[in-house]
């Protein structure tokens, strides 16, 4: 067994821990569960956004009792800062053909909404059979638009959050637990 960055590696640069590793792992296996029965005898195509998603892609996929296949998107979203302004550019594009397909999103998290709303718009426009979103974490505080979301693993507060593929300045993204960062982290 392997040795994770934990709380005390993090020292004063951890606020707190929002989201333990057990609760991501306990999560990640009722959604599966969830998806395994909904998608009982179709084929499934799993459909991650590089590079946030990549955890929550390899847990789920594992998690999950049915074959599934897995293709990456990776989208770069413009606008001033860190703030999403939802006009979206394609980085990397999706290897497969997906009209027909039954396609399943997974996201890290959902915060403005604008880039995944761009991506179902752009992902539907390709005639799948069907297009249905996953998520681990949402901030329904932050939201700017609707987004129809069928698995969402936590909803947290309205703050900027690190752990489990989600960075700051690529930083934290190997931290097996979602927490906050403290202030003097970001300069403050
Ligand atoms: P949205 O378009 O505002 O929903 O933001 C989408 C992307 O911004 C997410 O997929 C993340 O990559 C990034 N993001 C949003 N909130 C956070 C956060 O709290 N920590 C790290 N990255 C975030
Ligand atoms: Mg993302």
């Known amino acids: 067994m392997y040795r994770a960055v934990n709380e005390i590696d993090m020292g004063t640069d951890l606020e707190k821990v929002l989201v333990s590793k057990e609760d991501i792992e306990a999560k990640l296996v009722e959604l599966a569960a969830e998806i395994d029965r909904d998608y009982a005898g179709r084929d499934l195509l799993i459909v991650g ?10 847990d789920l996929a594992r998690a999950l009792s049915s074959n599934v296949t897995m293709d990456w998107m990776a989208v770069s979203s413009y ?80 703050e900027f959050v690190v752990g489990y593929g989600l960075d700051y300045a690529e930083k934290y993204r190997n931290l097996p637990f979602v927490g906050t960062l403290a202030p003097h982290v970001y300069g403050g």
């Open 49 to 58: 956004v590089l590079k946030g998603a990549v955890m929550v892609m390899a």
């Open 79 to 158: 606008g001033a800062g860190t703030k999403s302004s939802g006009v979206v550019r394609i980085l990397k594009d999706l290897d497969t053909d997906i009209a027909g397909r039954h396609v399943l999103i997974v996201e890290d998290i959902i915060d403005s909404g604008l880039t995944l709303s761009w991506l179902i718009s752009n992902l539907g426009s390709r005639g799948p059979a069907s297009l249905e979103v996953c998520t681990l974490l949402r901030k329904p505080e932050a939201a700017k638009v609707e987004i129809d979301v069928k698995y969402t693993g936590f909803d947290i507060p309205n």
